[in-house]
């Protein structure tokens, strides 16, 4: 495949609405030329509006999309270099794979002989080169999208965009195909989007992902940044598997405590807090702090402790698959030298970097 090059993307308060519903409400944001994007968010929060807008199957209400400095918003989506994939890749039954993938340039007037060595070549890179005579009907779920990513390919878009393309595969499929796009990507050297509300897929395939709440951006970042140091309450819930603990706690003489009285981290804090935990950084201990076990789940290299502390908050935490507690059992848990996040009890937004005790109710 010949790479094309990815255009920088800048969204310039960038709003939309449908009738009364503000559905984005004012983006800004640089997308990287090449970069791997990926946009996170519950459904309903405005990916798939975000995408068309990109796209141009939609108009803005206000704000301007930049492609490379170039104004894009009122163009017609086939002059602004964008390739789009969805969920529902729609192919036409009564065409080979070849004719789907060529059909847009066959639309467009391309040559035949240029047609058919983009056809190939598209074909080759989503490794479906031996199947360009067979119709959609002949193949499976997995190759079907791969058409559809070929057929999107085949334009050499320096603009790729993804509408949760792998939902509708098995979860084999999507890890393969996840693995697929990545490497595509990086061959074909077009600025992809991809918009998903599964958090393993944006971790896994982003250079930065751009996490939408209501169609707000919550925190733009690295997949490490966004794991490391989430940027609010919101965040920190969507990211991980189980996600991050959040508990009530309260900041006092620079402390941070729960209602048990121990203490969680240090802080130049005061008042009502939220304190996040990861499940993955909480360790069983002969002293600490006191759970109740409610449920296990076995996930076969570990276990998915569903607890609650004595004032009734849920915690979950992640153990070793040598030790399997009981639901009903109680047990104490240490979160000495657990990485702790301490964000506005009101807001929700991070706070300023909390110390970590280093050993059971004794801050550092
Ligand atoms: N064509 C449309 N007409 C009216 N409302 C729409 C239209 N498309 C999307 N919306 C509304 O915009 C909001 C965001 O939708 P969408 O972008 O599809 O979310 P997501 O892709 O994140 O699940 C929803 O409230 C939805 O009802
Ligand atoms: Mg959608």
Redesign the pocket.
């Known amino acids: 495949m010949q790479a094309t090059t990815g255009a920088e993307i800048r969204l310039d308060a960038l709003t939309k609405s449908?009738?009364d519903?503000l559905?984005l409400p004012g983006l800004d944001a640089t997308l990287g030329a090449g970069e791997f994007t990926v946009i996170l968010?519950?459904?309903?929060?405005?990916?798939?509006?975000?995408l068309?807008l990109l796209a141009g199957l939609?108009r803005v209400t206000s704000g301007r999309i930049l492609m490379n400095g170039r104004e894009v918003q009122d163009l017609a989506p086939r002059d602004r270099g964008v390739a789009m994939v969805f969920q529902n890749y729609a192919l036409y039954p009564h065409m080979t794979v070849a004719e789907n993938i060529g059909y847009a340039l066959k639309i467009a007037g391309v040559p035949r002989a240029e047609r058919d060595r983009r056809i190939a070549e598209a074909a080759r890179s989503v490794a479906l080169g031996d199947y360009l005579i067979r119709r959609p009907g002949e193949l499976s779920g997995g190759q079907r999208q791969r058409v559809a990513i070929a057929r999107a390919i085949v334009r050499e878009p320096s603009v790729m965009l993804f509408?949760e393309p792998l939902s509708n595969l098995d979860a084999q499929l999507r890890h393969g195909t996840r693995m697929e796009l990545a490497a595509l990507h990086r061959r074909i050297g077009a600025s992809s989007i991809f918009?998903t509300?599964d958090q393993v897929e944006a971790m896994t395939l982003a250079d930065r992902i751009l996490i939408?709440n209501k169609?707000r951006i919550e925190q733009f970042d690295t997949p490490e940044a966004i794991y490391r140091r989430p940027a609010s309450t919101f965040v920190a819930g969507f990211i991980g598997a189980p996600p991050m603990n959040l508990l009530d706690a309260m900041a006092e003489d620079g402390q941070v405590r729960l209602a048990s009285g121990s203490v969680l981290a240090r802080g130049e804090v005061n008042g009502p807090v939220t304190v996040g935990i990861r499940p993955e950084t909480i360790r069983l201990s002969d002293a600490g702090e006191l759970v109740v076990v409610d449920y296990v789940e076995d996930l076969g290299g570990h276990h998915v402790l569903a607890a609650h502390l004595e004032d009734g908050q849920p915690l979950r935490i992640m153990t070793p698959p040598e030790r399997r507690p009981e639901p009903g059992e109680r047990l104490h848990v240490s979160f000495a030298g657990a990485p702790v996040h301490l964000f506005d009890a009101v807001t929700g937004r991070r706070l300023a970097d909390p110390a970590p005790i280093r050993s059971e109710g004794v801050s550092a």
């Open positions: 449908y009738g519903n559905v968010g519950p459904s309903g929060c405005g990916k798939s509006t975000l068309n939609e509408d918009v509300h939408l169609g």
